[in-house]
């Protein structure tokens, strides 16, 4: 039989998850954002980043009234920092569905025993 992880090993999973997500954005960042990659830096964090953009990013925007460019020019921390939170994101998202589903089988159980 399989050894379930433990908390603390998942909990390490996640924190390098987030930290090589957040290191590849910094790295591609100091490498001028070359073409091809873009499409690995999206996928990264990928639906994290979407979600933030769409919930967070877009309405402050609007509430704000900056709609100033978006890129900008040089190297700047934004981007990563963005890319470290949309893997922040989907930690959370995996955390949620885990939660749930533990939840959903001991109901289950529950349900069956009685």
Same mark, same amino acid.
């Given at each position: 039989?399989?050894?379930?992880?433990?908390?603390?090993?998942?909990?390490?999973?996640?924190?390098?998850?987030?930290?090589?997500?957040?290191?590849?954005?910094?790295?591609?960042?100091?490498?001028?954002?070359?073409?091809?990659?873009?499409?690995?830096?999206? $996928?990264?964090?990928?639906?994290?980043? !979407? $979600?933030?953009?769409?919930?967070? $990013?877009?309405?402050?925007?609007?509430?704000?009234?900056?709609?100033?460019? @978006?890129?900008?020019?040089?190297?700047?921390?934004?981007?990563?920092?963005?890319?470290?939170?949309?893997? @922040? @994101?989907?930690?959370?998202? !995996?955390?949620?569905?885990?939660?749930? @589903?533990?939840?959903?089988?001991?109901?289950?159980?529950?349900?069956?025993?009685?």
């Amino acid at each position: 039989m399989n050894k379930p992880i433990t908390r603390s090993t998942a909990r390490r999973i996640a924190a390098g998850y987030v930290g090589v997500v957040t290191l590849a954005a910094v790295a591609y960042e100091f490498a001028g954002r070359p073409e091809y990659g873009v499409g690995a830096m999206t $996928l990264a964090a990928w639906p994290g980043d !979407v $979600l933030l953009l769409v919930f967070v $990013l877009y309405p402050l925007t609007l509430l704000t009234g900056d709609a100033s460019g @978006v890129e900008e020019a040089g190297f700047s921390l934004i981007d990563p920092l963005f890319q470290g939170a949309g893997a @922040v @994101v989907n930690v959370l998202i !995996v955390w949620g569905v885990l939660t749930f @589903v533990r939840h959903f089988r001991t109901e289950c159980r529950r349900s069956r025993s009685s």
